[in-house]
């Protein structure tokens, strides 16, 4: 029998559904993006449905008619599932399970399912087995049949399969247990946080819609070692690496969780700490994908995601990626962004440019400094070294002469050290 010879299991087919209540072009692209999330959880897509309504059907997501016709698509792809592109309610589970027969998800457990299969560090596995847990407690534990036609597959990955052999009781437990973990995580997440401030070191967090290369960014700029694929959520897992600039500033770089349409609330509240980190940083860098078709929908998607976690009054760097891609060079703006570059992470355009521009923000949000400070004060000059941008240094018969860009804080220091 061992010949060399190796049987995978036949993948997973199903039906993409969706209810168009407004734009049918934007829901369109909804489901294909639906599909290309599918098929990062490892299953096929084996048709699409889409049914145009004035509102979503409370009791069953679609119509009667287009029940029907759904129940006879199943037969006629041998799909084993059916994907819905919004977020489902117990009953309506309940109820297009019991009118069709089959298993049931929606785009929140495809993500979820995702998320799972990515989670590498243990904050990130927790995070993910608190929005699992969470979503599963209220749509699968006594939900009729689900547990029985729910198998292999999508929604089976991860912590939260034995969890759903387990009572009520037992999963608000774990939840409980998940969120005292998750909090001590972020009390250590604010330390290492308040350490950076101590240390005067600005952050960049590189933000953006999953896919549009963030990664590859932190990958190119400090020679981080951080997966990078062609993939929804490649990465899951924040990244921070230091960055030395050419005028000797240094500023640290940290990679956030790329975010999509619909991003389920489950995952924002489970990875709000993490998210967060674009909150308290200095400088937003927002990766686009210039190719994509769908680009001013994903600009859009990830300013309302940032405003949602209360992420505002940064200078913003926007990149317009995948150059490469274009057939011809396009004029891209962001209306919302302070700066624009267009650049290729994968052939280097574009990237000098951008580290003139943060060069020059840095310098922006410091002060200018010119001064003898007495032999007496070296300390300080130190400080000016390891924090600031030194310009001139000369020792004099008085002290020694500096001219430097420092942070309004060691500005501070410095003059209250002059007055006193």
């Given at each position: 029998?061992?010949d ?16 168009n209540?407004g ?5 369109e ?13 490892g ?11 004035e ?6 997501y679609v119509?009667k ?15 084993t ?13 309940r ?5 069709l027969n089959?298993?049931?998800m ?16 243990k904050?990130?596995?927790l ?8 979503y ?10 689900v ?6 597959g ?7 399969e034995k969890k759903?052999?387990?009572?009520r ?7 409980s ?25 600005p ?20 020679g981080a ?14 990244t921070t690496r230091?960055l030395?600039?050419?005028d ?6 940290t990679?956030?969780?790329?975010f999509?349409?619909k991003?389920p ?11 967060e980190?674009?909150?308290y940083a ?22 309302e ?11 913003v ?11 011809e060079p ?22 000098q440019e951008?580290?003139?521009v ?8 410091r002060?200018y ?10 300390g300080?000059?130190g ?7 030194l ?28 007055t006193?």
């Amino acid at each position: 029998m061992s010949d060399g010879y190796k049987i995978e299991a036949p993948a997973e087919r199903v039906l993409l559904a969706a209810v168009n209540t407004g734009d049918y072009k934007e829901t369109e692209q909804s489901v294909a993006e639906l599909a290309e999330l599918v098929k990062t959880a490892g299953a096929e897509t084996a048709g699409v449905v889409i049914q145009n309504l004035e509102q979503i059907v409370s009791a069953t997501y679609v119509g009667k008619g287009k029940l029907d016709e759904i129940w006879q698509m199943l037969h006629e792809t041998q799909a084993t599932g059916i994907v819905c592109d919004d977020e489902l309610s117990p009953m309506q589970i309940r109820n297009l399970e019991d009118a069709l027969n089959t298993k049931i998800m929606d785009r929140t457990l495809v993500i979820l399912d995702i998320f799972a299969g990515r989670a590498r560090t243990k904050e990130g596995k927790l995070q993910v087995e608190l929005a699992q847990l969470r979503y599963r407690a209220t749509r699968l534990i006594g939900a009729g049949n689900v547990l029985s036609r729910l198998g292999g597959g999508i929604g089976t990955r991860g912590p939260g399969e034995k969890k759903l052999e387990i009572d009520r009781r037992l999963i608000k437990e774990r939840i409980s247990q998940l969120r005292r973990e998750i909090r001590e995580m972020e009390t250590h997440r604010e330390l290492v946080r308040n350490q950076r401030k101590r240390r005067r070191v600005p952050v960049a967090a590189i933000v953006g819609y999953t896919n549009a290369g963030k990664s590859t960014l932190l990958n190119t700029m400090t020679g981080a070692d951080v997966l990078e694929e062609n993939a929804l959520f490649a990465t899951l897992d924040p990244t921070t690496r230091m960055l030395k600039l050419k005028d000797g500033q240094e500023l640290l770089l940290t990679d956030t969780v790329g975010f999509i349409r619909k991003l389920p609330h489950h995952l924002i509240d489970a990875f709000r700490s993490t998210l967060e980190e674009a909150k308290y940083a200095d400088i937003l860098i927002h990766v686009v994908d210039a190719s994509n078709p769908q680009m001013d929908a994903q600009m859009q998607v990830v300013y309302e995601t940032l405003n949602q976690l209360g992420v505002s009054g940064q200078p913003v760097v926007t990149l317009f990626n995948k150059q490469d891609k274009l057939e011809e060079p396009m004029h891209m703006r962001d209306e919302k962004a302070e700066y624009s570059l267009p650049v290729s992470l994968k052939t280097g355009q574009g990237m000098q440019e951008l580290t003139e521009v943060l060069e020059q923000i840095l310098r922006e949000s410091r002060v200018y400094i010119r001064r003898v400070f007495a032999y007496s004060e070296a300390g300080l000059i130190g400080q000016i070294r390891k924090y600031g941008q030194l310009i001139a240094e000369e020792y004099r018969e008085d002290g020694i002469y500096i001219e430097a860009y420092v942070g309004k804080e060691l500005a501070a220091i410095m003059e209250k050290g002059k007055t006193e």
